[in-house]
């Protein structure tokens, strides 16, 4: 029992062994790393407030201001600061003031309770300033610290994280996390940072919040408190209507203990500045809480070449793409850290999806429904779609795992013949000109006779046909590959015979090799898939699938087709093999159909 105990402890003492999460924060606060607290659900809102009377502004109170619902669960929201806005008045026919109407458009509440806490500091003690509610969202954590020459709730401190350019008149604090997921306010010792003076008082603001739970809300009531300028509170003439600008979304649970082991050296690696690929990442994590993964790459690795630049993209926990207003504020908080003369360029998401279309041969002997077994293998494969080394920038499909995780579901499968498919989804410019390309990061598989790449359906300019994408290798004269690893890309469609019929006979380039798909300037005037979208699918040469540079890889299992066919051998019903080379037979290899299925 004492060496078992020994070693725990030995374990514990260490940042990369250590499971207690007290432990591996206190271990991460040894090297100034902060881990990310949890985020609250954001939802943008718009709505006017009307009341009887005379009043140039009102001011909706910090605080609670509507309830949403979802999966008939009720949670609140609230806003860190107060809002105040200014009115139109209504007369009557005898020219009075009927009431007072204000616009409150575009506002962002924060699921949670907005909750405040008052300390009075006294410089004879070793005093701590203890948040004493476990499930903060620090990000809206409001500090003012009232001194014997202040009025109202004092002067505003502003949260650092480190002391970097910190003078000993700074207004600054930090915040570190203790036991439970709660947290500590420090502040300034007259060195770095203003020391606070004897029986101020700090008056802390914050909300607490449900974390992704709080995800979801798109329907709200007003429970909000509104005051007139004369700092009266305003009973509304009718409740107000709230109208959804977008819905919450964005929220996220406190950091995880194997993210801060991961985080946490590599910012401290950083020191709080980004010259590497590495230091780009850490620092982004903590200027960006919302960030899932993100991908780097230097102007020197980008094709062409260009030098003085670093390429950023990054996928948000919730949703796909980073908004432009977000995009801007992350890249004006990077120059901070950046070198002098590097200029960073954010992009939007793109995503590589990764399907498979499967054969599992199972013995039905043993079996009483198959569509029970096939519904353990999809939450089999749904399993291992969330696996943490697939859906990154980085990311990488090993095919044999694949394989292995279908058979070990069940005794009753004797095999699976599973083919690997990749997907791009191309945005397009309906009714305008334009050219496109499209990366892949992964070497094609060549066909010989074509129909490697395929796409959804879709509309030109100058045909009312449904058209697809299709592809022909380079061929030499005797009609053998001429080894450019390049094709010609060209729309096709059927006609009322269902024969194949050329539209353009040239419509872009593929290259096998590199994995790209370069369009030439097309119209496209409409798609079969919602949403302006062409799904384009190739077959890769490894199965083994990486997401390349910025690619981020997903993988896709609503897509995925899984196929149960009887194994007639192994069931007994056919001892020759005759039956099922006949009847059950599956290729291993893609088909040779036009369109994407």
């Known amino acids: 029992i004492t060496a078992f105990n020994s070693n725990m402890i030995v374990n514990e003492s260490f940042l990369d062994s250590a499971t207690v999460r007290e432990n591996v924060v206190s271990l991460a606060r040894n090297i100034g790393y902060v881990p990310r607290s949890r985020s609250s659900a954001q939802a943008t809102v718009s709505f006017d407030f009307t009341t009887s009377g005379n009043t140039p502004t009102i001011t909706l109170q910090a605080g609670l201001v509507c309830v949403g619902s979802a999966n008939d669960t009720s949670f609140v929201f609230s806003i860190p600061e107060s809002i105040t806005t200014t009115t139109t008045q209504t007369f009557d026919a005898n020219g009075n003031i009927v009431s007072s109407t204000g616009?409150?458009?575009?506002?962002?509440?924060?699921?949670?309770?907005?909750?405040?806490?008052?300390?009075?500091?006294?410089?004879?003690?070793?005093?701590?300033?203890?948040?004493?509610?476990?499930?903060?969202?620090?990000?809206?954590?409001?500090?003012?610290?009232?001194?014997?020459?202040?009025?109202?709730?004092?002067?505003?401190?502003?949260?650092?994280?480190?002391?970097?350019?910190?003078?000993?008149?700074?207004?600054?604090?930090?915040?570190?996390?203790?036991?439970?997921?709660?947290?500590?306010?420090?502040?300034?010792?007259?060195?770095?940072?203003?020391?606070?003076?004897?029986?101020?008082?700090?008056?802390?603001?914050?909300?607490?919040?449900?974390?992704?739970?709080?995800?979801?809300?798109?329907?709200?009531?007003?429970?909000?408190?509104?005051?007139?300028?004369?700092?009266?509170?305003?009973?509304?003439?009718?409740?107000?209507?709230?109208?959804?600008?977008?819905?919450?979304?964005?929220?996220?649970?406190?950091?995880?203990?194997?993210?801060?082991?991961?985080?946490?050296?590599?910012?401290?690696?950083?020191?709080?500045?980004?010259v590497t690929g590495r230091d780009y990442e850490a620092i982004i994590q903590t200027i960006y809480p919302r960030t899932e993964s993100v991908a780097v790459v230097g102007g020197e690795e980008l094709d062409p070449p260009q030098f003085g630049k670093v390429?950023?993209?990054?996928?948000?926990?919730?949703?796909?793409?980073?908004?432009?207003?977000?995009?801007?504020?992350?890249?004006?908080?990077?120059?901070?850290?950046?070198?002098?003369?590097?200029?960073?360029?954010?992009?939007?998401?793109?995503?590589?999806?990764?399907?498979?279309?499967?054969?599992?041969?199972?013995?039905?002997?043993?079996?009483?429904?198959?569509?029970?077994?096939?519904?353990?293998?999809?939450?089999?494969?749904?399993?291992?779609?969330?696996?943490?080394?697939?859906?990154?920038?980085?990311?990488?499909?090993?095919?044999?795992?694949?394989?292995?995780?279908?058979?070990?579901?069940?005794?009753?499968?004797?095999?699976?013949?599973?083919?690997?498919?990749?997907?791009?989804?191309?945005?397009?410019?309906?009714?305008?000109?334009?050219?496109?390309?499209?990366?892949?990061?992964?070497?094609?598989?060549?066909?010989?006779?074509?129909?490697?790449?395929?796409?959804?359906?879709?509309?030109?300019?100058?045909s009312d046909n449904v058209v697809f994408f299709t592809d022909v290798p380079n061929k030499t004269a005797n009609g053998s590959l001429d080894g450019s690893n390049k094709g010609v890309l060209s729309a096709i469609s059927r006609d009322n015979k269902n024969e194949l019929r050329v539209i353009v006979k040239s419509v872009g380039m593929v290259d096998y090799a590199k994995g790209e798909i370069l369009l030439n300037t097309i119209n496209i005037t409409e798609t079969n898939a919602d949403n302006d979208i062409i799904e384009i699918q190739a077959f890769p040469d490894s199965n083994d699938v990486i997401g390349l540079k910025d690619l981020y890889l997903s993988f896709d299992v609503s897509n995925t087709k899984i196929n149960m066919v009887k194994d007639v051998i192994a069931s007994g019903e056919d001892v020759s093999g005759v039956v099922f080379s006949r009847d059950y037979y599956t290729s291993s290899y893609s088909n040779g159909k036009l369109e994407r299925e």
């Open 103 to 274: 616009s409150f458009n575009n506002i962002v509440v924060y699921q949670g309770t907005y909750l405040t806490k008052t300390f009075i500091v006294d410089g004879s003690l070793d005093q701590r300033f203890l948040l004493e509610n476990s499930f903060i969202d620090t990000s809206t954590i409001k500090v003012f610290v009232k001194g014997a020459a202040d009025t109202g709730l004092g002067r505003e401190y502003r949260k650092v994280d480190n002391i970097l350019n910190i003078t000993d008149i700074s207004e600054t604090y930090l915040i570190q996390e203790i036991t439970d997921e709660r947290y500590e306010l420090l502040f300034g010792d007259g060195v770095f940072g203003k020391k606070l003076e004897n029986e101020a008082v700090i008056t802390v603001s914050y909300i607490v919040t449900d974390g992704t739970e709080g995800n979801g809300p798109a329907r709200f009531s007003f429970a909000g408190s509104v005051v007139s300028s004369s700092n009266q509170i305003s009973l509304p003439s009718t409740t107000p209507t709230i109208t959804t600008v977008s819905a919450a979304a964005n929220g996220g649970n406190i950091e995880s203990i194997d993210s801060i082991k991961y985080f946490a050296p590599r910012l401290y690696s950083s020191q709080y500045r980004a």
């Open 311 to 462: 390429q950023i993209s990054i996928k948000p926990k919730n949703g796909t793409y980073v908004s432009d207003f977000d995009k801007q504020q992350i890249k004006n908080n990077l120059k901070n850290y950046a070198i002098a003369g590097i200029n960073a360029d954010i992009i939007d998401l793109k995503v590589l999806y990764v399907e498979l279309d499967s054969t599992i041969y199972y013995n039905s002997a043993q079996v009483s429904s198959s569509n029970k077994l096939k519904s353990r293998i999809t939450n089999a494969l749904t399993d291992y779609s969330r696996n943490i080394d697939i859906n990154k920038f980085g990311g990488r499909f090993k095919y044999s795992k694949a394989l292995q995780l279908i058979d070990r579901v069940d005794s009753a499968i004797t095999s699976n013949i599973t083919k690997v498919k990749i997907r791009r989804d191309m945005k397009v410019l309906i009714n305008q000109f334009a050219q496109y390309e499209l990366c892949f990061g992964n070497k094609f598989h060549i066909n010989p006779e074509g129909y490697n790449i395929k796409s959804t359906g879709f509309k030109v300019s100058g």
